[in-house]
Nanobody
Framework: QVQLVESGGGLVQTGASLRLSCAAS????????MGWFRQAPGKEREFVAE????????TYANSVKGRFTISRDNAKNTVYLQMNSLKPEDTAVYYC??????????WGQGTQVTVSS
């Protein structure tokens, strides 16, 4: 099993920055990638960003490209999501995901990000 714990959410104003953290523990060696999804009220969960743990390459949703950056600290088994120039439409619960090849993903419990206008 892998446990994922998110932190760093909060209430900020438009244009502000936040950094989310996702700490992984347990059998982390089974993970091929880690990333972030988000879900706004009344909407489906959507992809935000992902980082491949072996190659280090990253993928972003078009809506966050140029504003969000995903990174990792291997020593801490932690993935970060630096969010800059936040907009009200970024308001959502942000979930950390641990990817496995041909197996179900692991999910964190989520952290709330609210951007006021």
């Amino acid at each position: 099993q892998v446990q994922l714990v998110e932190s760093g959410g909060g209430l900020v104003q438009t244009g502000a920055s936040l950094r989310l953290s996702c700490a992984a523990s347990g059998r982390t060696f089974v993970l091929s990638g880690m990333g972030w999804f988000r879900q706004a009220p009344g909407k489906e969960r959507e992809f935000v960003a992902e980082l491949n743990l072996s190659g280090g390459y990253t993928t972003y949703a078009n809506s966050v490209k140029g504003r969000f950056t995903i990174s990792r600290d291997n020593a801490k088994n932690t993935v970060y999501l630096q969010m800059n120039s936040l907009k009200p439409e970024d308001t959502a619960v942000y979930y950390c995901v641990g990817r496995r090849r041909l197996q179900p993903d692991y999910w964190g419990q989520g952290t709330q990000v609210t951007v006021s206008s």
